[in-house]
């Protein structure tokens, strides 16, 4: 995973966690993706977590600030990553709710 590439606002989708999961697990086949996103923002690791969906769709979870030496735009929070050929989702929670 390449920094500048995450730098790219091309690149990357703010997407709102109770809005966007429910629809994304669905298309992925991870049934369990919202609590699985939860675990690893609860229990982060630098290298990341692969979740592998029935539908041959695979997503890295990351925090970019623990990953990168340098801080993003957003980057404390959990960041799903399909690819290269694929956005990268910034995960948020409005927290105004």
Do not use: Q
């Amino acid at each position: 995973m390449n920094v500048k590439w995450f730098k790219d606002p091309d690149n990357i989708v703010y997407a709102e966690v109770s809005d966007f999961i429910p629809n994304f697990a669905k298309e992925t086949g991870i049934a369990d993706l919202a609590e699985k996103i939860d675990s690893f923002r609860r229990e982060p690791s630098a290298g990341g977590a692969t979740l592998t969906g029935k539908r041959r769709t695979s997503v890295k979870l990351f925090i970019p600030d623990l990953v990168f030496d340098e801080h993003l735009d957003m980057g404390e929070n959990v960041w799903m990553y399909l690819g290269e050929n694929y956005p990268c989702y910034c995960l948020y929670e409005n927290r105004d709710e």
